[in-house]
Structures are given as structure tokens and as C-alpha cells.
């Protein structure tokens, strides 16, 4: 329904990038090189600058892009006010997600929402919490999902399910099903993930409220992403703590074991992040219940499943 050179040209603007428009889009990049030479001679004026390499846009394209915006979202209304008319959702829905629940949870979550939704079409970016709530901030994506605090005043962030992280060790290391003291973990070679990091947040919080600030503790090496510092513990490189959603699979196969840490509180909130404003509609607002609906029996599961344990 939206003009595609419209679509294109949103794209590239978004990006300043050709090569990144075009990955996008699923386009080659002189194909996205060709629509907006293309629309740059339909309106008689050029709508990017490309100097030294970079790419920005002209006062012409700046002009257009809040149009081009507009234009977007009215082709994305009407097609969901169709689906509306017919009992149905329709329409596109852009997400962020933070690295553990994009990679171990998200998955589960659009699986069951399209079977409902069918006619959905989702595109789902992936990076830590601070670049998905960035994303979110600069209308790349219509919604984050994040695994640490929102540290920014512009958004409305509701926490939709309770996480748990585990400290995790090689199966043969002395830790490996046991109890430590926090004291314990000043002298660990302690595997990190990046500053930037909803996990690592999370971690040195607890940390600190268990009385060790960050620069008591003995970081070994720092990575960016879930599975290199799993793969990093599994080496015997060092010990980590990670969801418990990212290491089940590991924990079943033996190839990592769990150690609790005495006193220290390892609980986060996977949450929902969106932009200040009204309660979203139409996909959104479909998307963002489902997702609250989801979280809330998974958390009412895992209370059950405590309680039968303690008896």
C-alpha cells in the first residue's frame, strides 16, 4: 500500500547507509541506488549528499522525511482498519530486543502471536538494552524488549515477566552444585558482558548491594553476547552469571553446572519499553497484551512449581 520509492527513501534516511537500506529492504544496493535516483528526478531535486564516504541528507530530504513518515503510518492505519472491519489483525510491527530474550525467548513469544495473528508482519532487531531502547528512541522500532533497567526519561517501560540468573561453572569445577559465600567471588575470574549490558547491569547491582562494588571483583575477560561467555565458561576461561533462559540447555546436558551464591538476590524484570504517549492500538497494542499475557502465566507457572518443590 505505501509507494516502495517512499519506502526506500525512509530507509536510506534512517540509516545514512546504502549498503545498510538495502539490507533492510532484502534489496542489492544499486537497486536501492536506482529508486532514489529515481524519485530524486521524479521531485526535480537531489535528497542525499554523499561525501568522503558518508551519506546525509539534503534540506529537500529533510523536507520529505516527516511526509514520508506520515505517508507510512496512514498506508499502515488503513491496513490495519481493513483487518479491523474483518475480526482480524493486520499490519507491520518493528521490535528491539535485548540479546537474551531476542535469542532465547522472543522466538517462543512471535510463534504464538502470529498463530493468532497470521497476517503480521514482524521485523525484530537484535543488541543490548542499551542500543534497543536507542533504537526504540529514534522510531526504528515501534517497541524494546529489555532485560535492565531503562535508563532514559523518555520512554514508558512495564515489566512483563520475572528472570532468573544463575552463576554458572564448568562441571568440574569446585563451585559446580554447591553454595559460596559473596565473599567468595572477590578472587573469581568473573566472564562479563559489555558495558551497555541489561545483564551485567544486573549483576553488579546485586553485587554491590551484597557488598562488593564493581572494582573489588576480578574481571577476566568481557564479551558481547550470551553465547561466546558460555562457551567462554564451558573452556574454563572463568565463571559467569547468565539467565537461566540461556543455559538450560547446557545445564540438561551437563556441560555446565549452577553454584548458588549465599545473600545475593539475582531476580530482574523482563520488560516492555515504548515511547511516551497514549496506550498503543491495533498491532502494538495487540502485540504488547500478548506479551503481558505470556509473562504473567509463565511467572504464575514457575510460583506453582516453587511452592510444590518447598513441600
Known sequence: ??????????????????????EQLRLTQPAVTQQIK???????????LRTAGKVSL???GEALLPYAERLAQTAENAREAVAAAEGRSAGRLTLAASQ???QYLLPHLLAGFLREHPHVEIVSQTGNTHEALATLAEHKAQLALIEGPALRQDVQVRPFMTDHMLLIVPPDHAWAGSTITV?????????LR??????????EQALESAGIKARELNPRMTFDSTEALLAAVEAGLGVAFVSQWAVRTQLQLGTL??????GLRLERSFSIARLS???????????????????????????????????
Open 1 to 22: 500500500m505505501e509507494n516502495f520509492r517512499l519506502r526506500v527513501f525512509r530507509s536510506v534516511a534512517h540509516h545514512l547507509n546504502f549498503r545498510a537500506a538495502a
Open 38 to 48: 529515481t524519485l530524486e528526478e521524479e521531485l526535480d531535486t537531489a535528497l542525499f
Open 58 to 60: 539534503t534540506p529537500a
Open 100 to 102: 537474551t530474550i531476542a
Open 183 to 191: 565473599a567468595q567471588l572477590r578472587e573469581a575470574p568473573l566472564l
Open 194 to 203: 559489555e558495558r551497555g549490558s541489561g545483564s551485567r547491569r544486573i549483576v
Open 257 to 262: 553446572q549452577s553454584a548458588k551464591v549465599q
Open 277 to 311: 504517549g497514549p496506550e498503543p492500538t491495533g498491532v502494538l497494542g495487540s502485540f504488547s497484551r500478548f506479551v503481558l499475557e505470556q509473562g504473567a502465566a509463565f511467572d504464575h507457572l514457575l510460583a506453582k512449581s516453587k511452592s510444590s518443590r518447598k513441600r
